[in-house]
């Protein structure tokens, strides 16, 4: 799945519509909206309970989930926001977009231009994965980590899942869209994730019809828990 050159790209959730402004040409790929935001943000529409709806129903496997009343969350590698911003119209209102230093005027360019839409300006923050303080200032833990196509090289891998991990609640989820983009960060990633994270894979057929690309995925990760000490 590649990018579309188009100028700007519009995202449709629940009768909303998300217009985010790209820089195909830039020197920092944040600055352009990664197909995977877009896989995320639909899945989410598809399943998430609509705010103030019915109780949810056993046959929704992904509702409590998506059930976003109230819950704290952080968005990694946020880029433009569209991840962000689509997810907070699905209710995940409590929500900080993160980012490297040169790619927050993109990123609050795109907070601004939706701000109609949004009804509020949405709260962003400068995030190296690999800064303590950064990651700390943040007031982890979050009950909801987002992550989209923000694994593509392999030196940012180990510092991407150390933050995961450190801002992750005990009991939260990282929400994950992911295109394979480097095969040895892909690799790398991986072997990692497996020590530190339980992955759920979503299915296919249940992301969103229109937006279930063959090449992205969208995985659930848990924090594994501890094992009990021995003899305890």
């Not at 188009?6 to 600055?31: M, W």
């Not at 509020?120 to 196509?149: G, M």
């Not at 072997?191 to 992955?199: A, L, Q, Y």
Request: with cysteine.
């Amino acid at each position: 799945m590649k990018f579309t050159e188009s100028p700007v790209i519009e995202l449709p959730v629940r009768g909303a519509v998300v217009s985010l402004q790209q820089d195909n040409g830039s020197f920092h790929v944040g600055t352009s909206v990664w197909p995977c935001s877009l896989v995320l943000v639909k899945f989410a529409e598809r399943w998430a309970p609509l705010p103030g709806g019915p109780p949810t129903t056993t046959n929704n496997p992904y509702a409590q989930i998506l059930d976003f009343g109230s819950k704290r969350a952080v968005e990694l590698g946020a880029g433009c926001g569209a991840a962000g911003m689509g997810l907070y119209l699905l209710g995940l209102t409590d929500l900080v977009l993160t980012d490297i230093a040169p790619v927050m005027p993109a990123l609050k360019r795109n907070v601004k231009r939706n701000k109609p839409v949004l009804a509020k300006t949405l709260k962003h923050s400068v995030l190296y994965w690999n800064n303590a303080d950064q990651i700390a200032a943040l007031r982890p833990p979050f009950d909801v980590v987002v992550a989209t196509d923000v694994v593509y090289i392999e030196e940012s891998v180990g510092p991407l899942i150390d933050a995961m991990a450190a801002l992750l609640a005990t009991d939260g989820v990282v929400l994950l869209g992911y295109q394979v983009r480097s095969l040895e960060a892909h690799k790398l990633f991986w072997e990692i994730c497996e020590t530190v994270f339980d992955i759920e894979k979503v299915p296919h057929q249940d992301l969103h019809p229109d937006y279930a690309y063959e090449e992205a995925d969208v995985y659930v990760l848990r924090k594994k828990k501890k094992k009990e000490k021995e003899g305890e």
